[in-house]
């Protein structure tokens, strides 16, 4: 291996939720395919902004994750997505809110990424996918979610973190948002600080959960700021107390500047899957519980 070469890294997850015996396999399935995309782009050279994407775009594609196909509809029965990406070695975000009609917000986000704006919204955001000949979603192609009455809406943003051989870091998230809430709400995924970052010089995280509690800790930054100075699970324990003592559910997964990963959470479970460089198979866990741990 060149001296100036790394050894990639990418960790990815499908929420922070309660998964039900059922949805355990598609859970699996999905977090394989979309772990094993990204991996590719990373073994082929390619950047961790390029895998962080393809990753998510087979989740945006599975309709067990709430991103994408199967994004829940808000309180007025329509699909407004959040997404965003951000590059480790620039600082540069892209990010997209309340986004309609489009397969894949994520790659949205990517465009924004070399934009001087670092967020659009709603119409504005949909006029810009469209310049950029995002694909569309056709009303047929949406798979409803079926919610048990009674039970919590859905907060499992997807999201994934890679490290690359050049030696920088990415970071991405993608969701449908909440079901049933007000038609323009924005929760945590397209907020940099709240439901993501990456910084070359300390790490990236991704995160899912209760939206506004995040934002309102600036969550993802919170971690950051810890990974300079401790191991990547306890800097994401330490971080999720603060909202855990708010009444409320999340989970992170980061990797350090060098590409060491982890990941913890509150909820009932969190999706995850692991891949690294030399790697035949990712690991893949449906909770912290489930086997080793990253």
């Not at 990373?42 to 067990?64: C, H, K, Q």
């Not at 959960?209 to 401790?230: F, H, P, S, V």
């Not at 980061?254 to 909820?267: E, I, K, M, Q, V």
């Amino acid at each position: 291996m060149n001296a100036t070469r790394k050894p990639w890294t990418i960790l990815i997850h499908g929420g922070a939720k309660t998964i039900s015996p059922d949805e355990e396999d598609a859970n699996r399935e999905g977090l394989n395919e979309a772990v094993r995309a990204g991996s590719d782009v990373l073994e082929a050279g390619g950047s961790a902004i390029a895998a962080v994407e393809a990753a998510i775009r087979v989740m945006e594609d599975r309709p067990i994750f709430n991103a994408g196909f199967g994004s829940v509809p808000n309180r007025d029965g329509g699909i407004e997505m959040d997404a965003a990406v951000m590059d480790g070695a620039t600082l540069a975000v892209g990010a997209v809110a309340a986004l309609p009609e489009v397969a894949h917000p994520v790659s949205v986000a990517r465009e924004v990424l070399g934009e001087r704006e670092i967020l659009l919204v709603g119409t504005g955001a949909l006029a810009f996918a469209r310049d950029r000949g995002a694909q569309l979603r056709t009303e047929d192609a949406r798979v409803p979610v079926r919610v048990v009455a009674g039970t919590k809406a859905a907060c499992d943003t997807v999201g994934a973190v890679a490290l690359d051989s050049h030696g920088d870091l990415a970071a991405g998230t993608s969701t449908g948002g909440l079901e049933g809430t007000p038609a323009g709400r924005v929760g945590d995924s397209p907020l940099p600080g709240c439901g993501f970052y990456a910084d070359n010089e300390a790490g990236a995280v991704a995160l899912s959960g209760d939206g506004e509690e995040i934002a309102r800790l600036t969550l993802g930054l919170r971690i950051i700021d810890k990974l300079a100075r401790m191991d990547v699970r306890p800097a994401i324990e330490c971080s999720l107390v603060r909202i855990a003592r708010l009444g409320a559910e999340a989970g992170a997964i980061a990797l350090d500047r060098c590409g060491h990963p982890g990941f913890a959470h509150n909820s009932p479970h969190f999706a995850v899957a692991l891949m690294r460089e030399g790697d035949e198979e990712p690991v893949i866990w449906l909770s912290q519980d489930e086997g080793a741990r990253a």
